[in-house]
């Protein structure tokens, strides 16, 4: 599964490349100080921000309120653009080599950047990037079904999948943290649903309003409209903790110990770019992050406090991540 995974990634990414032209964080970013006093006279024209994922996902949403603070901060327009395709993979891959001047920046989640690699979708993690910032925690990846399934909580969904071997339809996408949760769920779990590739969160959430999936992984965010009319209901969070906004969400590591998945934003330069031009962006960030509106925002959409680390301690966040997914690779 994963060779072919690796083949179907490789030829989406040659077609997307050839039409293209080819002191740690805590609540109140504690995140320490980061400098740019080596950046004199930066920025002076628009910066790039490229992101991962479709419009109207919770990746896009983040680097677009990320991108309108920085403007204002920093004076330059800053234009976000989606480069889409196999789990933001095809994005990664088209710019991790890109300009160095410090225009341009990617940005992703961790769950996209560590799982494409564990599942083989590339060849590279975030160290073939230059790490700018962790700059805030998801909602959290939550197992969402309709509202009258006969089911309320992971344990139920799981028996139910047993009792109607393939006949349960589960929506994933390739790769990542969804496509891994979906091998966790089959491979230690016992499920055994009918899996559907239903791309990224925003069509999977359409997928399963339209009936074509029978349940699906969804950032909560994504879903909550959705949940609180009474169209869909969560039966679990894939965090490690629930949100801070809401204590009381059911984990899947109460069925699946193993069931963990604590996605964060994170915003990339391409290897090389010079450290102080990666400290002034980071500077920037811990700055516009740190307001009360920022704070409004992500209590609101994350239902998280906010989340934002220096240079330093986003490089180790994101190793510890890493490492967190590849003891995911024997379950693929």
């Known amino acids: 599964m994963k060779r072919m995974l690796s083949l179907l990634t490789a030829l989406a990414m040659a077609l997307a490349l050839a039409a293209c032209g080819g002191n740690s964080g805590d609540s109140s970013n504690g995140g320490g100080s980061s400098s740019g006093g080596g950046a004199s006279g930066w920025p002076e024209k628009t910066i790039n921000i490229y992101v991962t994922h479709a419009a109207g996902g919770d990746t896009d949403y983040m680097a677009r309120q990320l991108g309108e603070a920085l403007q204002k901060e920093l004076g330059q327009s800053v234009v976000c653009t989606n480069v889409t395709g196999s789990n933001g993979a095809t994005c990664m891959q088209q710019y991790k080599d890109g300009d160095t001047d410090g225009y341009t920046f990617i940005a992703s989640n961790t769950a996209a950047l560590n799982g494409n690699e564990a599942t083989s979708m590339v060849d590279f993690g975030y160290d073939a990037f230059e790490p700018v910032a962790i700059y805030g925690i998801q909602s959290g990846e939550n197992i969402v079904v309709p509202a009258d399934a006969p089911y309320d909580d992971l344990e139920g969904f799981i028996e139910a999948s047993k009792a109607n071997p393939g006949q349960i339809k589960y929506g994933t996408s390739t790769g990542g943290g969804v496509y891994i949760q979906t091998c966790v769920l089959t491979n230690l779990g016992g499920a055994q ?119 330093a301690d986003s490089t180790t966040n994101l190793k510890e991540q890493r490492d967190l997914f590849q003891s995911f690779v024997p379950f693929l």
């Open 193 to 311: 649903f009918n899996i559907i590739d239903a791309g990224d969160a925003a069509n999977r959430l359409t997928a399963l309003l339209g009936g074509e999936v029978d349940g699906t992984s969804l950032p909560y965010s994504t879903a909550a409209d959705y949940i609180e009319n009474g169209q869909l209901k969560s039966l679990c969070t894939c965090l490690s903790k629930a949100p801070a906004m809401m204590p009381d969400q059911k984990s899947a590591s109460e069925t699946i110990p193993e069931l963990i998945v604590d996605t964060e934003y994170v915003l990339l330069a391409p290897k090389g770019t010079p450290a102080e031009l990666v400290e002034a962006m980071n500077a920037a960030i811990l700055k516009v992050t740190g307001t009360d509106e920022w704070k409004t925002m992500v209590n609101e959409y994350c239902y998280q406090d906010p989340f934002v680390l220096n240079v």
